[in-house]
Structure formats: structure tokens, C-alpha cells
């Protein structure tokens, strides 16, 4: 007879913290409420980004840690940002908006089906393709931003083409950091240390600002660095090609 495995108890917590505002933004939605579904999505990420680290801090990773994480990524950061998306703004449009909200939902899928069968060593310090919490805090911050400050809705064009964006940036081969070997004992320029307090300082009176700040300066770091890499590696090839005439 097979033992049976128990599970890690603090981790696991975490990730259903995760799942547990996945599925708040589901009832809120149904409620009209966008503003705290879009919130709850935004606070999911904070589970999701938590669960990991404490589960490598404690040497309690597992493969059910793994799937587990990952249906509560597609609850949360997949199919939560989608049917907000859709009900927000989107319905008018019909077929239009709902096929938007699923290409949202297909390549959130997409991207944790790949980063589950990318091994560790491939994975490094970056991420291939934005992440899918990322992108859902891209379209979560939008919602909190013209809720709470504009009182108001953003033009439903502009926010199919934002999906579209974040659908293929989701599933593309562009680089995004990791942030996963943070060191924080080691030491750092006053200067940083000055930025980190003023960030934190902003973060906390102005969340809302702040958080779409983060989301889309994250988003737009990739296509950024691939940009400068492709202009590196043109000056290179035209250096080369110079050199041996």
C-alpha cells in the first residue's frame, strides 16, 4: 500500500489566498462592483508572488505546490481579468468582446502551460513571455484608475487593443526579469536605498497611481529590451561587415 503524501501546509495557504481573490472578483463583477474585483486581482498577485518564495524559504516545494499555483493563476490572472474586462467595457461589443476576453483567457493558458514544462535551468533569471499575473494587473490597474479617479469608463477600442497587446505579449518569446534572486543582505548604493523608501512611500499614499505605474512599466520593459538588443546587434553585424572589407 502506496503512503499517502500530505501537503505543505504555509504555502498552500498562500496560493488559496490567491484562489480565494480570483474568485472575489468573480462575485464582485456579478455585483457591478469592478472596482474591488479589479483589486482583488491586484492583492491575488501578492499571494502568488509570496507562495513561491516562502516555499523555497521553508525547502517545501513539491509538484503539488506547482499545480496548485498554477490553477490558481488561471482562476485569478487568467479568467478573473477576462470577465471583468468583458463586463466593464467590452459587452457592447458582442462577439467582438467576448472573443477578446477569451484570447486573454487562451493565452494566459498558454503562457503557464509553457512555464510548466520549461525546466529550471531554461527558466534562469527571466521569464519568457509576460507573465500572466503581470498582465492582469496591467488590465486590473486600468479599472481602478478609471473607477476611482475618473469616475468613469476608458473607450472600449482602447482597451480591446490593450488586450490584444497583452495577449501576445503573454505568448511571445520577449524577456521579462524574474526578480528572483533578490538579495536583500546585500548591500546597495544610498541612492537605491533612497528610490526603494520613495517607492514604498508612493505606493502607499497613492496605491492606485502607483500600481499602474509598476504594471505598465514592467509590461513595457521586455518589448524595450528587445528593441536595444536588436539595435546592439545590428551595429554589430555592420562593425563586422566593415571590418573585413
Not at 82 to 98: E, M
Not at 166 to 179: D, G, Q
Request: charge should be positive.
Amino acid at each position: 500500500m502506496t503512503p499517502r503524501k500530505g501537503i505543505h501546509i504555509l504555502p498552500s495557504l498562500f496560493t488559496t489566498g490567491n484562489v480565494f481573490c480570483g474568485f472575489y472578483a468573480f462575485v464582485a463583477v456579478l455585483n457591478d462592483d469592478f472596482y474591488h474585483a479589479a483589486w482583488a486581482i491586484a492583492i491575488g498577485m501578492i499571494f502568488d508572488g509570496l507562495d513561491g518564495r516562502i516555499a523555497r524559504l521553508t525547502k517545501t516545494t513539491s509538484a503539488f505546490g506547482m499545480q496548485y499555483d498554477s490553477l490558481a493563476d488561471i482562476i485569478t490572472f487568467g479568467m478573473a481579468p477576462a470577465f471583468l474586462a468583458y463586463a466593464w467595457v467590452l459587452k457592447p461589443f458582442d462577439r467582438l468582446g467576448w472573443m477578446a476576453a477569451f484570447l486573454f483567457l487562451l493565452c494566459a493558458a498558454l503562457r503557464l502551460a509553457r512555464f510548466n514544462v520549461t525546466t529550471p535551468d531554461v527558466r534562469g533569471s527571466h521569464f519568457i513571455g509576460l507573465p500572466s499575473p503581470a498582465a492582469a494587473v496591467v488590465v486590473a490597474s486600468i479599472v481602478i484608475g478609471f473607477e476611482d479617479l475618473f469616475a468613469s469608463r476608458i473607450n472600449p477600442f482602447v482597451m480591446v487593443m490593450v488586450i490584444y497587446i497583452l495577449a501576445f505579449l503573454m505568448v511571445s518569446n520577449i524577456k521579462y526579469p524574474a526578480f528572483k534572486k533578490l538579495d536583500f543582505k546585500k548591500r546597495v548604493a544610498f541612492s537605491r536605498f533612497l528610490f526603494v523608501i520613495l517607492f514604498i512611500y508612493v505606493l502607499a499614499t497613492i496605491p492606485r497611481v502607483a500600481l499602474f505605474i509598476i504594471a505598465v512599466t514592467y509590461t513595457v520593459i521586455g518589448p524595450i529590451g528587445l528593441l536595444i538588443k536588436s539595435k546592439k546587434e545590428i551595429r554589430e553585424e555592420i562593425s563586422t561587415s566593415t571590418q573585413e572589407q
